[in-house]
């Protein structure tokens, strides 16, 4: 196990999240420290995919220590310097927006913001609906910054849902190898 201490946030794309947990598990495996994040929304919200509750325990299962569900709680992670890299997977549109236009009103786009001002990686794992369209100035503007690295992403249902990207979450581990040696995996667009 590498002795370094990973964020892995969780948004909203409920859809995803199963493989998000897959992708936890992975990370899990290999690094010493991995804290769990959830955003608020997916910290209450019961849909079709599976219970708030269920994914929580589940992520707290995996890592070993409580979820960080609200901003008071995600706020140290900067001053403290808790965390060598932060995942945030999946990212939804929501949060790429306010990680690009600098808003920090959930425990996800605080632990992104705090963390962001060490100076250390972050991998962003994109699951949006509107990544070809409203969400893709907010994607333009964090290609462009220091320390973001992406997971390759893509369209995932070019003909019913053509503004969609959802990135391949089986390439978290060696996007964030890549994030530590500083370079962006490729290729970027699947």
């Given at each position: 196990?590498?002795?370094?201490?990973?964020?892995?946030?969780?948004?909203?794309?409920?859809?995803?999240?199963?493989r998000?947990?897959?992708?936890?598990?992975?990370?899990?495996?290999?690094?010493?420290?991995?804290?769990?994040?959830?955003?608020?929304?997916?910290?209450?919200?019961?849909?079709?995919?599976?219970?708030?509750?269920?994914?929580?325990?589940?992520?707290?299962?995996?890592?070993?220590?409580?979820?960080?569900?609200?901003?008071?709680?995600?706020?140290?992670?900067?001053?403290?310097?808790l965390?060598?890299?932060?995942?945030?997977a999946?990212?939804?549109?929501?949060?790429?927006?306010?990680?690009?236009?600098?808003?920090?009103?959930?425990?996800?786009?605080?632990?992104?913001?705090?963390?962001?001002?060490?100076?250390?990686?972050?991998?962003?794992?994109?699951?949006?609906?509107?990544?070809?369209?409203?969400?893709?100035?907010?994607?333009?503007?964090?290609?462009?910054?220091?320390?973001?690295?992406?997971?390759?992403?893509?369209?995932?249902?070019?003909?019913?849902?053509?503004?969609?990207l959802?990135?391949?979450?089986?390439?978290?581990?060696?996007?964030?190898?890549?994030?530590?040696?500083?370079?962006?995996?490729?290729?970027?667009?699947?």
């Amino acid at each position: 196990m590498e002795p370094k201490t990973i964020g892995f946030a969780v948004c909203g794309s409920f859809c995803t999240h199963s493989r998000a947990l897959a992708a936890l598990e992975q990370v899990a495996a290999q690094y010493e420290h991995v804290i769990p994040i959830v955003s608020e929304i997916t910290a209450i919200t019961d849909t079709r995919f599976g219970t708030a509750r269920d994914l929580i325990q589940k992520m707290e299962d995996i890592c070993g220590c409580k979820v960080i569900s609200s901003v008071l709680e995600a706020e140290p992670i900067g001053p403290k310097k808790l965390l060598d890299l932060l995942v945030i997977a999946p990212c939804t549109g929501n949060t790429l927006s306010k990680m690009a236009a600098g808003i920090t009103d959930t425990s996800v786009s605080m632990a992104a913001k705090a963390h962001q001002r060490n100076g250390r990686p972050m991998v962003v794992c994109i699951a949006s609906n509107d990544g070809l369209s409203g969400s893709a100035p907010a994607i333009g503007q964090l290609l462009m910054r220091k320390n973001i690295f992406f997971v390759p992403f893509g369209q995932d249902d070019a003909i019913n849902k053509p503004t969609s990207l959802i990135a391949n979450f089986e390439q978290i581990p060696q996007t964030i190898q890549a994030a530590f040696a500083g370079r962006q995996i490729q290729p970027l667009l699947l």
